[in-house]
C-alpha cells in the first residue's frame, strides 16, 4: 500500500478524529437528558445506560466482521453519523428507540473511523491514538449539555449531518486490507488474548478508581484532558521510544499515582495521563495480529472494554482497597509485557523500537 500523501493523511485523520468527539458528545448528551424529559427512576435509566453500552461497546465486534467483509470503513462512518443524528429527534419519540439508534450509530461510527486511523499508516500506533482522543472530551462535553437539560432536536443531528457530509466529500486515501506490515504473528492467538486481557483490567481499574476531587468541574475538565493527551501521545510516544518502553513504563509509572495518591488531584491526574498512554499500543497490536480484519479487531478491543467496565455497573469491585488496584496495575503492565514480547519475537517485523527506520523503509 503506498502511503498516502502527508496533507491527504492528516486531513483525514483531522475530520475522523472531530466527527469522533462530536459522536461521543451527541450520544452522551442524549443519555443524560433522558431522565428530565422522561422522569425515569433511577432502576430504569440504569437499564437504558447499560443497553447503550452494550450496544456502542458489544456491538462492533460482529459490526467490524461485516464491515471488513464489505471493506467499507468510510461507508461505515458515514451511517454512523446519521443513525446518531436521527437518535435525537427519536428521543422525543421514546428513550428505548433513541438509546437503541444511538448505540448503534456510535458502533458504525467507531468502526469506520478506526479502521481507517489503523490503515493510513499500516502497523504503526500513532494515527489511532489521535482518533480515540476527543472521544474523552466530546463525552464529558455531551454529558453536561445533557445535565443542563440545553439538549435540543436539531443542533446535534445538523452538525452530524454536516460531518457526514464532510466525509462523503472528503477524499479519503484508499484502504489496503493486507499490507506487509501487520504480518502473521506466530501463537497469535495467545498474544491476542494476553493483550485484550490487559485491556480488559485496564477498564476495570479505570472504572473502579476513585477521584473525590471530581465534583470540581475545574479538576473534572483537567482529568478529562489527561485522558484525551495520554491516548493521543501514546501512540506517538511509543512509535518513537518502543511500545513497549512506553506503555510498561507508563502503567508502571501510573500505579502510584493513580492508586495510592487519588486524592491529590496534582498526582493522580498526571498519573491518569501515564495510565492512558498504553491504549493506542493495546489498540495497534490486537489489529496488528488480524491483518485484514481491522474492523473485527477494533470490535474485540471495544468489547474487552464492556467487559472490564460491567462488574462495577453492578457493584463489583467498588470500594477496592489502594494496594490492591496499585496490584492490578502492575498485574496488567505484566500480562501487556508477555503479550508484547511473544509478538515481537513471533512477528516478521519488529516492534516499533527507538527509531523509525524499519517503518520509513519499508
Not at 197 to 208: D, L
Not at 290 to 296: K, N, S, T, V
Not at 309 to 333: C, D, K, N, Y
Request: hydrophobic residues 50%; glycine residues 12%.
Amino acid at each position: 500500500m503506498k502511503t498516502p500523501g502527508t496533507a491527504l493523511m492528516a486531513g483525514s485523520l483531522i475530520v475522523y478524529s472531530l466527527t469522533h468527539g462530536l459522536v461521543d458528545a451527541a450520544c452522551a448528551a442524549l443519555v443524560f437528558t433522558i431522565p428530565r424529559l422522561y422522569q425515569l427512576d433511577g432502576q430504569w435509566f440504569f437499564t437504558l445506560v447499560i443497553l447503550y453500552n452494550i450496544l456502542a461497546f458489544g456491538l462492533q465486534s460482529p459490526l467490524g466482521m461485516l464491515v471488513d467483509h464489505l471493506r467499507q470503513p468510510r461507508g461505515s462512518a458515514l451511517a454512523g453519523c446519521l443513525v446518531t443524528a436521527a437518535a435525537i429527534p427519536g428521543l422525543y419519540l421514546s428513550p428505548w428507540l433513541a438509546v437503541c439508534l444511538a448505540g448503534v450509530g456510535n458502533a458504525l461510527f467507531h468502526l469506520g473511523g478506526g479502521i481507517v486511523s489503523l490503515r493510513l499508516q499500516p502497523g504503526r500506533a500513532s494515527l489511532p491514538g489521535v482518533f480515540v482522543a476527543p472521544g474523552a472530551v466530546g463525552l464529558l462535553a455531551g454529558t453536561l449539555v445533557g445535565k443542563s437539560g440545553l439538549v435540543g432536536p436539531w443542533l446535534f443531528p445538523t452538525l452530524l449531518v454536516f460531518a457526514a457530509l464532510v466525509i462523503y466529500r472528503l477524499d479519503t486515501p484508499s484502504i489496503d486490507y493486507q499490507d506487509c506490515r501487520t504480518a502473521s504473528v506466530d501463537r497469535f492467538g495467545l498474544v491476542l488474548l494476553l493483550v485484550l486481557t490487559a485491556v480488559v483490567s485496564r477498564s476495570f481499574i479505570g472504572a473502579v478508581l476513585v477521584f473525590p476531587w471530581k465534583e470540581s468541574t475545574y479538576l473534572l475538565v483537567g482529568l478529562t484532558l489527561a485522558v484525551a493527551l495520554g491516548k493521543g501521545l501514546g501512540g506517538l510516544l511509543a512509535d518513537r521510544f518502543g511500545w513497549i518502553r512506553v506503555s510498561i513504563t507508563g502503567l508502571a509509572l501510573s500505579a502510584p499515582l493513580v492508586a495510592l495518591c487519588s486524592d491529590r488531584p496534582y498526582l493522580a491526574i498526571p498519573g491518569v495521563l501515564l495510565f492512558n498512554l498504553t491504549m493506542p499500543v493495546t489498540l495497534t497490536a490486537a489489529a496488528n495480529t488480524l491483518p485484514g480484519h481491522p474492523g473485527f479487531a477494533f470490535g474485540l478491543t471495544t468489547l474487552a472494554l464492556l467487559v472490564g467496565a460491567l462488574p462495577q455497573f453492578f457493584g463489583f469491585g467498588t470500594g477496592l482497597g489502594r494496594p490492591t488496584v496499585f496490584s492490578l496495575i502492575l498485574l496488567s503492565a505484566l500480562v501487556l509485557l508477555v503479550g508484547l514480547r511473544l509478538y515481537d519475537n513471533g512477528s516478521q517485523t519488529a516492534l516499533p523500537s527507538r527509531r523509525l527506520e524499519a517503518v520509513e523503509s519499508s
